[in-house]
């Protein structure tokens, strides 16, 4: 299949951003992506993208660790999966998908510090159709640094230099207000080209957290007692910080980040709850917020001008209140939710992820299970497990809210 919609514009992006659905399930999708491949051709490695149609691209490179990163338009990827793992050349694996609406992106992670030699677009000939080509040749480290990050773009893809919608913009937004009912946005943790932890049979975080946010929002509008925002309606990769924006642009009064772990040891399952702190409860929260936080750096987004501004915002007296009631909520979360789930021993735990640092809005996390525990998967993957999970969230909500036993619905 094909489609044939005019190219997005930034502008439309932009009223996009400002309307009431974030992401609509339009497809905007330029082309479609059927193949690609790595060649080893000794003087240089190749990648070949193969396409239906001509599309326009833009390059830049990523240092520690070396990346090569392209954008295109929005394509439609009829491949398995969203990564190609095998060592080829100068590169270590790629990974593509859906980066933001009106925008493909693919990753290219490299063994060793490379340039861009070439990079085109073939046109289809005959039963041959149109391959984007990209040559790498190893470089010195210095040299690579020279030319490294976005201001250093090569090729013409439309607004590739600006990010579509920027976090100022989205603050922008006209809050919803007048309404009483309490509004909370929910967080499908990943997406895109970062697929989060993948499970033992191979299903992938960033499908489990959509699928169990997209019931956590039935069931809280089922009550007529909320309104719901998801930051991610689709498949799609959002940085951390854009995450928080949706909710403090849209004046949430929660904020539910929902994730499933991954860890070496294959025993360890059960759920757990996560707050922010500036010190993490124990090693192990600490090594989970550095994975979560370490997605920026997964999906090619440079964070490094980022951590002063975070710095400023945690020692902003409203964060205070802030985690005072996202701690107050977490352990009224855990305490439903320990009636439907295993919980990991110290259910209620703390670690500085960046995705709940919000200044004012309290902010949760919960970490639905292990994708490395063989149980856990299997009943992550059920609808009807993650709908009991969510269930207890939806009283766990309730109970936060002040309402009353008695007057629930489910
Ligand atoms: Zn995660």
């Known amino acids: 299949m094909s489609f044939f919609v005019p190219r997005v514009s930034r502008r439309m992006l932009l009223a996009t951003a400002a309307g009431t659905v974030l992401w609509p399930a339009v497809a905007r999708a330029l082309g479609v992506a059927s193949a690609i491949r790595v060649h080893d051709h000794t003087t240089h490695t190749r990648i070949v993208l193969e396409l239906s149609e001509n599309v326009e691209f833009s390059i830049f490179s990523l240092a520690d660790p070396y990346r090569i990163v392209a ?31 009106g925008r493909a992106r693919i990753v290219v992670d490299l063994v060793d510090p490379a340039l861009v030699k070439n990079a085109f677009v073939l046109p289809a000939t005959g039963g041959t159709p149109n391959r984007f080509v990209i040559d790498l040749e190893k470089a010195p480290r210095d040299k ?31 809050p919803e207000q007048a309404n009483p009912k309490k509004l909370v946005v929910i967080d499908p943790g990943h997406g895109g080209v970062d697929p989060g ?84 409860s124990d090693r192990e929260a600490e090594q989970l917020a550095e994975q979560e936080n370490n997605a920026d750096s997964i999906i090619g987004v440079d964070l490094s001008h980022e951590s002063q501004e975070v710095r400023h915002i945690l020692v902003d007296l409203a964060q205070r209140e802030s985690m005072n009631l996202a701690t107050k909520l977490a352990d009224r979360l855990i305490g439903e939710l320990k009636r439907e789930a295993t919980l990991l021993r110290n259910g209620h735990r703390f670690a500085r992820f960046v995705v709940l640092k919000s200044p004012d809005v309290p902010s949760v996390l919960i970490e639905m299970g292990y994708l490395s525990n063989r149980q856990d998967e299997a009943a992550l993957k059920t609808e009807v497990y993650r709908g009991k999970l969510m269930a207890a969230v939806v009283r766990g909500v309730d109970t936060h809210f002040g309402v009353v036993q008695s007057a629930r619905r489910d």
């Open 197 to 280: 932890a993948i499970g033992l049979s191979g299903v992938y975080e960033k499908t489990i957290t959509l699928a169990a946010a997209k019931q956590l929002k039935s069931r809280l509008e089922a009550t007529g007692r909320y309104r719901v925002k998801l930051t991610r309606e689709r498949d799609l990769s959002l940085e951390l910080g854009e995450r928080r924006e949706i909710a403090r642009a849209a004046q949430a009064d929660l904020f539910i980040s929902l994730h499933a772990d991954s860890i070496g040891n294959k025993t360890v399952r059960g759920l757990s709850v996560y707050t922010l702190s500036e010190k993490a």
């Open 71 to 101: 954008d295109l338009p929005e394509l439609d990827w009829t491949m398995e999966g969203n990564a190609l793992a095998a060592p080829t050349g100068v590169v270590k694996a790629v990974r593509y998908g859906l980066f933001q609406p």
């Open 144 to 174: 690579f640094l020279a030319v490294a990050g976005p201001q250093h773009r090569i090729g013409g893809l439309a607004g590739a230099g600006t990010k579509p919608i920027p976090a100022k913009g989205l603050a922008e937004i006209p």
